[in-house]
């Protein structure tokens, strides 16, 4: 295992969280992460839990865990006390912690629901939408829009991270993602092509459930009920 990739945001301008499922956020220049996110933001879990790591040869290792939304990573702290993150992540069969399962596909993804044939996953990440460099007369210029975190990596400690200060004001968007899989932990994004190639044989099916349902698949109502038509698929 190996340190994590090192991302950092100096985050301010908080919007509401809960009032939505996508959230911006504007890191302005010379501020903290910890001057506008609290743990919860960041962490799915307020504190590091006892988790399993199951791998594909067989094997399992155990240990204190968290996901974190900022890295999209799921980290651990070793016997030295160091935050690190998991690697290797192709040879993760599932992970167990607390009461949920994660698998790795596009990312760390948590399972929702799991009728033996078909499941519902969940990944919740920050992204960088925007980067607002200082111009002329001290304005903010937007540039292009940019969706890689990497722009931004630093390098340091994920420890340290929080205390670092950006150079200049980004913008991050909170994004909640849905993947549906099937018993053999395929995962495809939930959309339209990723339901066909998930079900080939369900085409027609799936033609007339959307054609009926105007499904936004970004809200999680409407996922919740494409769920529940696709349980019928065998």
Known sequence: ?????????????????SAQDSTFVTIRTGERVTDVLTVADIYHYPQFTNGKVFLRDGSKAVGKMNYNR??????????????????????????????????????????????????????QVWVLADIRKIGTHNRPTTTVAVTSLSSITNGKDAAKSK?????????????????FGDKYNLFVPASKKGLLQLFPKEQQGIDSYLKENKVNFNKKDDIEKLYKFLRQFH
């Open 70 to 123: 900022l890295y999209g990573q799921m980290l651990f702290i070793n016997p030295k006390g160091d935050t690190l993150a998991l690697a290797d992540e192709k040879n993760i069969k599932f992970m167990v912690i607390d009461r949920d399962t994660f698998y790795y596909g596009e990312g760390y993804i948590r399972l929702l629901a799991n009728n033996g044939i078909t499941k519902l996953t969940e990944k």
């Open 163 to 179: 205390d670092l200060i950006m150079n200049e004001d980004v913008v991050l968007k909170k994004e909640t993602q849905y993947y």
């Open 1 to 17: 295992m190996k340190s994590p990739l090192l991302l950092f945001f100096i985050l301010i301008g908080y919007t509401d969280l």
